[in-house]
């Protein structure tokens, strides 16, 4: 019995090891292109970590996504409702709805840095900043 356990217990670890680990993080990387990178301006108008709204200035609201809640508190950075922003990243479309994956925000003359150039969030271990680079004033 203890030994069929084990086998189990081991079975179970070899196959979960054999998928690939987070995979909405390698469907966001694969959807930003530094060839394809746009500059959108708008009004934040919702704000629910990870995600956000912005109504651009054509009249197209975006969905943002924002990544994780601890890199935005550990760097102090605050996306503000109602403010003038600037959003430079990649646009995707799925089922109607507009995505914005953003590199850099600008609100209130702060930047908010999310990704190494070629964009690697910089919470995860390939953008190596883990939060490093900070806020740029």
Same mark, same amino acid.
């Given at each position: 019995?203890?030994? !069929? @356990? ?8 070899? !196959?979960? !090891?054999?998928?690939?680990? &987070? ?6 990387? &694969?959807?930003?292109?530094? %060839?394809? %990178?746009?500059?959108? /301006? $708008? ?7 990870? @995600?956000?709204? @912005?109504?651009?200035? #054509? =009249? ?5 996504? @924002? ?10 950075? /605050?996306?503000?409702? =109602?403010?003038? %922003?600037?959003?430079? =990243?990649?646009?995707?479309?799925? &089922? $109607? ?10 609100? #209130?003359?702060?930047?908010? %840095?999310?990704?190494? #150039? ?18 740029? &004033?």
């Amino acid at each position: 019995m203890q030994k !069929s @356990l084990i086998l189990l217990i081991f079975t179970f670890f070899i !196959s979960i !090891s054999a998928f690939p680990q &987070n995979q909405n993080q390698k469907k966001n990387i &694969n959807r930003w292109s530094a %060839t394809k %990178t746009i500059t959108i /301006e $708008g009004e934040v108008i919702k704000v629910q970590h990870p @995600l956000a709204e @912005l109504k651009a200035s #054509d =009249g197209k609201t975006y969905t943002m996504r @924002l990544g994780p809640l601890w890199f935005w508190n550990k760097n102090k950075y /605050e996306l503000k409702v =109602g403010e003038k %922003t600037e959003v430079k =990243g990649s646009v995707a479309e799925e &089922n $109607g709805k507009l995505y914005l994956f953003p590199s850099t925000i600008i609100q #209130d003359k702060t930047t908010i %840095t999310l990704t190494g #150039d070629t964009g690697q969030p910089l919470w995860s271990k390939g953008g190596k900043g883990m939060g490093k680079q900070g806020r740029k &004033n």
